[in-house]
């Protein structure tokens, strides 16, 4: 099952434990973990889970030199409490045999295979402390071989040695008397193993166990690569409707070190409380429209795609994004409006609000507004030119420009109901963000960076800027505190992207502190008052501090 995370990325009840760890974890170390971890947060999880597990392994260890029941319960009990979070997990039918599968294979070797290893284990608190084993439980090897020790355990489990108090004749085990075993009894930690310990049996089990490992990691890959085959399978209709065509006079690309004003897929922030990636198959996908609605409507992933498309440029940004941060993206989307679904299905009147649910659980509520407006949200089924990468969302995701991720941009979207704010629940809002998240306007310095030693002279200072749905103004950069200086914006793409900047600085020798502040197109600039992103975002003024010369 280790083998199967480490390896498959496969789901297993240690993803599920650890979904359910997340789901459990109070928002502030959430955060906590967001901002410092970043997107290692979840490798950091699954590092402590295993850690954990591997305690539990040793303690359940120590636990079977004494007690075999007492070791037996308690695996039991923690492939049941697997089984439980697999099943608590689970979404679509594929998913629940792909989770719940792999945690009763997990329930049943673990207990298997330690009644196996300690089969003849005889130690027991109820043994008289000297107590050296009869030796019924040999197991024969081999012709002539027997690999049984049987040496005495003490009560604390801590073994003693036999010598002065020699085993009667008829519970010598063979082994007593072959050379070998014997000048290994002295002083040996064979002599700490239980009564009834067999090496070779042992190892016979463990190597067993390997290899039921091995085949659980290729079921788990088979379960597992679900989603991957089935976006390699599938293509995207072209959008009828496309983007303006981007030309060389809306990007600062050619500055280096800026951020490149398309974010590749691999290079795409990622932010979710997914441990496992959903595997879903796009050809049994649906969506369900539903709530208030005058007809409820069911569509395929092939009807999705039958409608009018339309190919976008915007750029997403996650609420938990600190000033300087990088949990920001553009990219170029392709999908079915909203708005066009919901025309299809006609909202009653009295909805404000569309409660999106995705395969894994994830519950986010959008206003209504927002997704009839004419930023155009849309259901996007591809990114940059390709299907959604499963990370991001496969096989279709929401993305609704100008609202950070958490309230609009819902991946492995499965389920919209039309409703209103005051009838429900979603997943952030009940961990203390707001239900109303506009994207708030915000610039980044990507270079130089802080400590970054510079020739004195012309430097290029430069960076992104965003203020979705409205559009940035103007940027604006400030070195020690004085006067701000208009930074270079090439031509504006849409007011849902962002914007490089650039900013000819002549640097003079010593310490200095660069700030950059944005204004956008509503008039209003960037407050320097820093405030962390729970409720509704960061604010604040990015800074960097070089040494010239
Ligand atoms: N199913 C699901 N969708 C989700 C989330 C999630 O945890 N689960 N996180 C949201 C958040 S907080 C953000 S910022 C965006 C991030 O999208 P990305 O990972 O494609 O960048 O996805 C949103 N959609
Ligand atoms: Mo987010």
Redo the contacts with the bound molecule.
């Keep these: 099952m280790i083998v199967s995370v480490v390896v498959g990325g496969a789901p297993t009840p240690i993803t599920a434990v650890g979904a359910r760890v997340i789901d459990a974890t109070p928002g502030a170390v959430k955060d906590w973990a967001v901002e410092h971890l970043g997107t290692n947060d979840k490798p950091f999880l699954l590092a402590g889970i295993f850690s954990a597990i591997a305690a539990l392994a040793a303690v359940t260890g120590v636990i079977a030199w004494r007690s075999r029941r007492a070791a037996l319960v308690l695996t039991t009990i923690l492939g049941l409490v697997g089984l439980a979070a697999a099943y608590a997990d689970r979404t679509t039918l594929v998913d629940t045999a792909a989770k719940v599968a792999p945690a009763v294979v997990a329930l049943g070797v673990s207990v298997g295979f330690l009644h196996l290893f300690t089969r003849h284990w005889t130690a027991d608190q109820q043994r008289p402390k000297r107590l050296v084993e009869a030796p019924e439980p040999l197991v024969a090897v081999g012709a002539g071989r027997t690999a049984v020790s049987a040496p005495t355990v003490s009560q604390a489990g801590v073994a003693t040695t036999t010598a002065g108090t020699p085993p009667s004749a008829a519970a010598e085990p063979d082994f007593l008397r072959s050379p070998m075993a014997r000048s290994k009894r002295t002083g040996s930690t064979e002599n700490s193993a239980p009564a009834g310990f067999d090496r070779r049996a042992f190892l016979a089990a463990a190597l067993a166990s390997g290899a039921v490992a091995a085949v659980g990691v290729g079921t788990a890959r088979v379960f597992g690569d679900v989603g991957a085959r089935s976006r390699d399978a599938i293509s995207i209709p072209k959008a009828s409707d496309v983007a303006p065509q981007l030309t060389a006079s809306m990007t600062l690309d050619d500055v280096k070190g800026i951020t490149p004003y398309l974010t590749s897929n691999s290079d795409?922030?990622?932010?979710?409380?997914?441990l496992s990636v959903p595997q879903i198959d796009a050809g049994s996908w649906s969506l369900k429209i539903h709530g208030l609605v005058d007809n409820e409507l069911e569509l395929s992933f092939a009807d999705l795609v039958d409608m009018p498309l339309i190919e976008r440029r915007v750029t997403?940004?996650?609420?938990?994004n600190e000033v300087g941060g990088h949990?920001a993206?553009n990219a170029t989307w392709v999908g079915v409006k909203v708005s066009d679904l919901l025309k299809q299905v006609g909202v009653t009147s009295g909805a404000d609000a569309v409660k999106s649910i995705?395969v894994?659980g994830?519950t986010?509520a959008t206003p209504l507004e927002a997704l009839t407006d004419d930023r155009e949200a849309m259901i996007a089924v591809a990114m940059n030119g390709q299907p959604l990468p499963l990370?991001?969302?496969f096989p279709a995701?929401m993305v609704v420009p100008g609202l950070?991720?958490?309230v609009s941009?819902?991946?492995?979207l499965v389920d919209l109901e039309v409703t209103r704010f005051a009838d429900f629940h979603a997943y952030?809002t009940d961990r203390g963000f707001s239900a109303q998240a506009p994207i708030k306007t915000f610039s980044r310095i990507d270079v130089p960076t802080s400590f970054a030693n510079l020739p004195a002279g012309k430097n290029a200072v430069a960076g992104v800027a965003w203020a979705q749905d409205t559009g940035i103004k103007s940027v604006e950069v400030s070195v020690d505190g004085g006067p701000w200086q208009p930074a270079r914006l090439p031509r504006q793409d849409s007011i849902n992207t962002w914007r490089q900047w650039v900013y000819e600085w002549d640097a003079h020798a010593g310490n200095h502190q660069i700030e950059v502040r944005s204004t956008d197109q509503s008039g209003y600039t960037q407050t320097s008052r820093r405030v962390a992103p729970r409720p509704d975002g960061a604010t604040g003024w990015h800074s960097v501090n070089v040494t010239v010369g």
């Design positions: 795409f922030y990622r932010v979710d409380t997914a997403l940004a996650c609420v938990s949990y993206g995705s894994d994830m986010i990370e991001h969302g995701r950070y991720g958490y941009a819902t991946k492995w952030w």
